[in-house]
């Protein structure tokens, strides 16, 4: 399926995503937190677009948003998407699991809590990955400070 | 409370072991949490970042000269193909065309480079599974292709031979010659590695219907390369998001369905053979030519998000980079395949012996550096 | 005492003609032991060298060659500064327990190396039951495997040790089965009487044709695992269990379970030289004359059998725990059994080939 079609068609499951083109070589769907696990097991469960390959999972930090990005593939259509969720609360970001689509992101989530503190709900083993247990903040978030650690140019 | 602890201690034969940090079969820092049950793993918790070193965070601060050097030092065993994958995404944000000779180069290096590092596996393979000598027959092979990366770039390892536009240098005038002199040397070696491990009866008993990914979970899972192929699931980059000279040479994908630890086996042999053909077609047709275009001593991006992904010898590499059009990206995140095809590991281990958790560690080929990042 | 000594008469004679006899008793027991203890060290430390040597022939390597011609000495040097480091244990470890494992494997290997004839007259004890007292004895040492697996307090020991333990049960009966196909032929337990039926009728690996191969094939396999080598080395299993039983030691006691490993090798080539290959006899009798000769031929085939194992080792994977026993309760027993039968018919009806 080309961009355009698979915007045709996603965009009828649900009014309230944002598609855009600009500055990147995928589609990209901006979707609302409360609808991201309706939107991407729905993206994987039907016929015409079944994405069934999330070969990236990246945590972002936009500066006033935190969000998550998803890069998804489908290994029988060939078609790519990318699918972004953002949120505003810095305190405690929260977001639905997609662990239970993508067996991969329990491992990808696991990833972007330790590093971005965002909270995955229905995760079975949300845990800090790679920084120690007792680690204090959340170290790829741009406001993260650590005069010990870090070399700032 | 006593009665009751006491009472579980007598009904579960359960018991807690830690494989790991420092581990013979873990190739690395990687730490293991088992769940066993005599001798049968019931759960696996894998701990990671004990060399965790942010290269992430590293990638914000770094121009994009500095961060090829980096990524050197994630999958050391693919340094050139990972240094490819930024030079590369690079390269496409600028819209820089580089020369047809880079293009041929870069392919054949990265083949030898695949070739390096299955070699490698095969060795720590055999080795894993307690046949010491296969150890020695891999790193013979190797060390000519590492001489001849030292010849062309001074390196052995971390070869820092990309940069974005082009390379480095200019090749060795002995290269071609060196590299049709292996070509001939491993195809006879090759056909020992079968002799020695392949072929061997208690090998395959240790491997064949040993940790069988079945080719949805293969895809669930978000693995790639010679595991997920094993699997049945197609998914060579080569193939089908060609990049450098892979479009215009002929290889087979090394597909297999059964998805055992054998067939990851004979996915990674064959992997070998097809490098081996894809070297022989280029090693003549080098095109003359510069071996590098021109960048601006700053290179900045283009506002915007870019995505590259190339075929490691691990599995497939992601580079993601957000650009803000400063020197340094926005945010660059390195879409690792051992991270992706060890987060696999708990569904192919878990009701199997201790031996074979073994045996399918060798097959999923971790190298922790580039899970930890 | 009821031992049958036959060493050397001369020195015999001449301690009974200097000293009261039950002194001279003593003198003469302690002079074996010592030269027993000596035998051992230093064919231990022969066999390590030579374990490396051909591993690195195997490997592509050198090995050993700069201590001593042909580095004939570096496993001396290795065994000083065994003996000079410090000996570290785990804190929580039944200290003595973990102490007293290492001597019961050593103990075991030597007290199985008593029985081994190394010619007519090299024989320091040549008892009546020698075959059944080697493998009663030999399967001692697992003992001390189990010990000082389980008393180092860790797991990764305990997972070794037990693993020693079910691999030595079920192994022991292959040996056992497989001796007990020669002892039919030979109709005799005693060491010496078999050495004489071979050399009346030819070694037993011909005398006793198809069976005998069978049950030296078998020997040789559960010989293997009887010693835990590779194929077999689920115990050690370097790339699963670390170094299993032996972890948590250091220093000399470790070198006692590794000295033990190659003495034992060296014991199960020796019981299959003797079983299968003539013991001390020179191939065709060319040396019949010379009775000392006989040691010759005695190392020469032992170190045949030797190099045999060190092959295995070098050569092939580890098995897996339920694959070691799938092999031996599902293949090498009925098959040990079928051939002990087989053998019976053979010796009943007269089809042995006789020189």
Request: with cysteine.
């Amino acid at each position: 399926m080309t961009n355009s079609e698979l915007q045709t068609l996603i965009s009828s499951w649900n009014s309230e995503l944002e598609f855009s083109e600009a500055e990147s070589q995928f589609l990209n769907i901006t979707v609302k937190p409360e609808y991201l696990h309706q939107l991407t097991s729905q993206l994987k469960s039907t016929k015409e677009t079944s994405f069934d390959f999330l070969f990236c999972l990246t945590g972002m930090d936009w500066g006033a948003d935190l969000g998550v990005v998803y890069h998804l593939e489908s290994t029988i259509h060939k078609h790519q998407i990318v699918v972004k969720v953002n949120t505003s609360d810095r305190e405690n970001p929260t977001f639905d699991s997609v662990c239970d689509i993508w067996y991969t992101a329990e491992f990808h989530e696991m990833e972007v809590f330790d590093f971005f503190g965002i909270k995955f709900n229905n995760h079975p083993n949300l845990k800090r990955l790679f920084m120690p247990k007792d680690w204090v903040g959340f170290p790829l978030r741009k406001d993260y400070v650590d005069e010990v650690n870090m070399v700032i140019k | 409370m006593t009665t009751t602890t006491e009472n579980n201690a007598f009904k579960s034969q359960e018991y807690f072991i830690n494989m790991g940090p420092q581990h013979p079969a873990t190739h690395g820092v990687l730490r293991l949490l088992l769940t066993i049950d005599g001798e049968i793993i019931k759960n696996i918790d894998p701990d990671l970042g004990y060399i965790h070193r942010s290269i992430e965070k590293m990638c914000e601060r770094d121009s994009y000269q500095q961060i090829v050097h980096l990524t050197d030092r994630m999958d050391y065993l693919s340094a050139h193909i990972n240094n490819e994958a930024v030079c590369l995404a690079v390269e496409n944000a600028l819209g820089l065309e580089v020369p047809e000779r880079v293009k041929v180069i870069r392919t054949i290096i990265a083949e030898l480079t695949r070739l390096a590092s299955h070699q490698l596996w095969w060795g720590v393979m055999g080795m894993d599974v307690g046949a010491l000598t296969t150890y020695f027959y891999g790193f013979r092979d190797r060390e000519m292709i590492n001489d001849i990366f030292e010849e062309t770039c001074g390196a052995r390892l971390t070869m820092n031979y990309n940069i974005p536009g082009g390379l480095m240098f200019d090749l060795h005038p002995n290269f071609v010659q060196r590299v049709k002199d292996f070509i001939a040397h491993f195809k006879t070696k090759l056909p020992e590695y079968d002799t020695l491990l392949t072929g061997n009866v208690i090998f395959q008993k240790r491997t064949q219907g040993v940790g069988i990914l079945t080719k949805e979970d293969a895809i669930s899972f978000g693995t790639t390369g010679p595991v997920a192929r094993a699997s049945g699931f197609s998914c060579d980059v080569r193939k089908h998001h060609p990049y450098s000279a892979y479009d215009r040479v002929q290889f087979n994908e090394a597909l297999f369905t059964v998805g055992d630890t054998f067939t990851r086996y004979q996915v990674r042999i064959q992997e070998m053979w097809e490098s081996m053909a894809i070297i022989e077609q280029l090693i003549d047709n080098i095109p003359d030519g510069e071996f590098k275009t021109p960048t601006n001593a700053v290179i900045k991006l283009p506002k915007g998000e870019f995505y590259q992904r190339v075929e490691t010898a691990r599995g497939e590499l992601g580079v993601f980079i957000v650009s803000d059009g400063k020197k340094n990206p926005y945010r660059l995140k390195f879409r690792s395949p051992g991270f992706s095809n060890l987060s696999a590991l708990k569904k192919m281990a878990v009701g199997s012996k201790l031996g074979d958790l073994v045996a399918i560690m060798a097959t999923l080929d971790i190298v922790v550096p580039d899970i930890d990042r | 005492m009821n031992i049958s000594l036959s060493i050397t008469k001369n020195i015999h004679d001449w301690l009974f003609e200097v000293m009261s006899a039950p002194f001279a008793t003593v003198v003469e027991n302690v002079l074996i032991a010592v030269a027993f203890l000596a035998f051992f060290a230093l064919a231990g430390l022969l066999l390590v060298w030579m374990e490396r040597r051909i591993a690195a022939f195997f490997q592509l390597r050198l090995g050993p060659n700069r201590v001593g011609p042909m580095g004939l000495f570096q496993t001396i040097a290795d065994a000083l500064k065994l003996v000079s480091k410090e000996l570290t244990g785990p804190d929580k470890a039944d200290k003595f327990l973990y102490n007293l494992a290492p001597y019961f494997v050593i103990v075991a290997s030597l007290m199985a190396l008593s029985v081994l004839p190394f010619s007519q007259e090299f024989h320091a004890f040549d008892i009546n039951i020698g075959v059944f007292f080697l493998i009663a004895v030999s399967s001692i040492g697992v003992i001390g495997i189990l010990l000082g697996g389980w008393s180092s307090n860790n797991k990764y020991s305990l997972i070794g040790a037990m693993r020693s333990g079910l691999q030595t049960i079920s192994y022991e009966l292959s040996v056992g089965l497989s001796i007990l196909t020669i002892v039919v032929l030979a109709g005799s337990l005693q060491i010496s009487e078999i050495i004489a039926a071979q050399q009346a009728g030819g070694w037993f690996i011909i005398q006793g044709h198809i069976p005998a191969m069978i049950a030296f094939m078998i020997f040789m396999i559960a010989g293997t695992a009887e010693t835990n080598r590779a194929p077999f080395d689920l115990i050690e299993a370097e790339s699963e269990l670390g170094a299993g039983f032996h972890t948590e030691y250091s220093g000399m006691k470790f070198a006692y379970f590794f000295l033990a490993e190659f003495i034992n090798m060296f014991i199960i080539a020796a019981i299959g030289v003797i079983l299968f290959f003539g013991g001390w006899l020179s191939p065709f009798g060319i040396t019949e004359s010379i009775p000392l000769l006989g040691i010759f031929w005695f190392m020469l085939k032992v170190l045949g059998l030797i190099f045999l194992m060190m092959w295995f080792r070098w050569t092939f994977p580890r098995l897996r725990v339920d694959q070691l026993l799938t092999l031996e309760w599902k293949y090498l027993l009925p098959i040990n059994l079928f051939n002990i039968v087989l053998m019976a018919v053979i010796v009943w009806l007269g089809l042995t080939i006789n020189f």
